[in-house]
């Protein structure tokens, strides 16, 4: 038995870190491919989005373990029934309780991994994700400032500018404002710096004339300067960001208090929550691999396949997110409701007990009491 123990594991482990690893590879590229458009396009280097990119796979990862447990699941349990294994592992006496073992243990190995990103790598990798974030909106001169280039950083404005030396001193600059209704500002500078300023970098401009025309009464006013303070801060956005829930440590949301988490503009709910999610979704990964290989002994031998076991768990792990997504809600509108984060779990178990009772003999019992 330990023998036999060792193989499934083996099969399940090495058809999981296959799925595992196409998965990844499928959604990463997707996420990737618009954080290029995104990171790239905002004059960002390539390094900057291998970093950003690595900053995402975490979460990638805890999206796609638990669909690879059951795949690998549902796989090995097919090639078993099709290389006639199963039919000889039963005719040994072993029931399908039995023959689970292995299973539970595989999916609380992949739980365990779970457990790990989701009390420690995910934290870690959402706030450096949203620091570095942060610091991509701050850096104007790669976002704003482009030589030679006309530019829209925001709605109704355009900045143009002839040269950027090596000290940094912008060369003939062109800004066109007309962000307010029924006016425009043009500001034209031979020389401009940047600064850093109270709420945001400021961009100083040097020797330069203002053109201010009022669409009201068609005036055009002109105003020459030696030197003018234009606010830049506010075209790349806030320099301060708002905490996620999901970026603080777990020891954090279970010590939270009500006044730190409003400090933080997080409800005591939503830590709650967040905090009980963490412990019950890596339980949720030994349940699919239960839920996908019982399945496969719910029906007879077919030539067509397994097909409809197949599609009725799928159903089945469909109905269970369905009562996370509705649990969930509730929760988060009230901390005394946070622990419905585990009722998806309680319906986990009892959809693989009950398919587990009914591939035990329960299920053919019935039919021939009932003479189906």
Known sequence: MRQFDRYMLTQLLTVFAFFSLVLVSVYWVNRAARLFDAIVGDGQSFW??????????????????P????????????RLSRDNEM??????????????????????????????LMHVLM??????????????AENITARLLRAGEFLEPADGIVVYLREITPEGRLLDLFLSDARQDGARVEYNAASALLAPGPQ????????????IYTSDDRRLTTISFDDLTYDVGSLIGPAGRGTDVRELPTHVLAAAETGMLES????LAE?????????????????????GFTAIFLGQ???????????????????IQLVSNATAGMALGDAARAGLAFVPVGLGGLVSGLMLLWASGFGRALQQRFGT
Not at 98 to 115: E, N, Q, S, T, W
Not at 200 to 211: H, I, R, Y
Not at 271 to 289: G, N
Not at 301 to 314: K, N, T, Y
């Open 87 to 116: 039919v000889v592992l039963q005719g040994v006496g072993l029931s399908p309780a039995r023959m689970l073992r292995p299973v539970a243990v595989f999916g609380l190995i992949v739980a365990l991994m779970l457990a790990a």
């Open 48 to 65: 900057v989005f291998l970093e950003l990119s690595a900053l995402t796979l975490p979460n990638v990862i805890r999206i796609v373990l």
């Open 123 to 136: 934290p870690l990798s959402r706030a450096q994700l949203a620091e570095r974030q942060v610091q991509i």
């Open 271 to 291: 830590a709650r929550f967040e905090l009980m999610s963490r412990h019950a979704q890596p339980l949720l990964a030994v349940l699919t691999s239960l839920i």
């Open 264 to 267: 933080l503009g997080i409800t």
């Open 200 to 211: 945001g970098p400021v961009l100083v401009m040097l020797d330069g004339v203002a053109l």
């Open 301 to 319: 031998f077919s030539r067509l396949g397994a097909w409809r076991q197949v599609v009725g768990a799928i159903l089945a792990l469909a109905l």
């Open 67 to 78: 669909l690879s447990a059951f795949a690998a699941a549902v796989y090995v349990a097919i």
